[in-house]
């Protein structure tokens, strides 16, 4: 296992369609976060498991989004009804202890809505 | 609200001038503050925890130093491989972390 994996790396969709993004996290690691980064910006949080709970979610995440990490492994995030506003990169991360401060990144999927 | 503030924004070095970036946070009960390093179309890739004030970490050209309001990246003798966005993440020991908007930092040979 050599780090966390995402795919896929780039996505353009229309207005309205339904996008989901995979992320494969370093085996060991408990923990899953998901970020949302625009142009100019620090990456974003919007939710975070551990194992499989959902343990919290931003207010950024609105109805139209939606995580899963079924059996504590891989998380799905889901878009739907895709909107202008949602192109950014959307990066998952993970680690065996937050309070070390060590996340380790995917090199994130890029999502562009036309 | 936990604030995070960096400063410059974008900073543009000749190789070899050294210089430093600002974090400055508002954070309650700080349990640590960290820095990434993060190239163009990449996932931020860690650097340092620092968990006290007065605490100092280096790695290579790079170090890190901590106070109770803010913390530095100095960086010495830069070479262009150094150019990236530089983030940092107050820690609170609530998850998630907060991160800055980063500082650009081109190195020109």
């Known amino acids: 296992d050599t780090g966390v994996s995402q795919d896929p790396r780039h996505k353009i969709t229309k207005r309205g369609q339904n996008v989901t993004f995979r992320c494969d996290p370093i085996s060991e690691h408990n923990r899953l976060y998901w970020y949302r980064q625009t142009l100019g910006q620090g990456p974003e949080f919007l939710t975070y498991?551990?194992?499989?709970?959902?343990?919290?979610k931003s207010r950024l995440l609105s109805d139209r989004f939606s995580a899963e990490r079924p059996k504590g492994s891989f998380s799905t995030l889901e878009i739907q009804r895709t909107e202008q506003g949602d192109s950014a990169m959307y990066l998952c991360?993970?680690?065996?202890?937050?309070?070390?401060?060590?996340?380790?990144f995917g090199e994130g999927s890029r999502l562009t809505v036309l | 609200e936990d604030q995070v503030t960096q400063s410059p924004e974008a900073l543009r070095l000749q190789e070899g001038e050294s210089s430093s970036l600002n974090c400055s946070y508002t954070?309650?009960?700080?349990?640590?503050l960290f820095w990434y390093r993060q190239d163009p179309g990449k996932g931020p890739e860690f650097l340092f925890t620092l968990y006290s004030a007065g605490e100092e970490k280096e790695k290579e050209r790079l170090k890190a130093t901590l106070t109770k309001k803010e913390s530095f990246l100095h960086i010495t003798a830069p070479k262009p491989e150094d150019s990236a966005t530089y983030l940092c993440?107050?820690?609170?020991?609530?998850?998630?972390?907060?991160f800055g908007k980063g500082t650009r930092l081109s190195v020109i040979a």
């Open positions: 954070v309650s009960g700080l349990r640590g």
């Open positions: 993440a107050p820690y609170s020991g609530n998850t998630p972390l907060v």
């Open positions: 991360a993970s680690s065996a202890d937050v309070r070390s401060g060590e996340l380790f």
């Open positions: 498991f551990q194992n499989e709970a959902q343990l919290e």
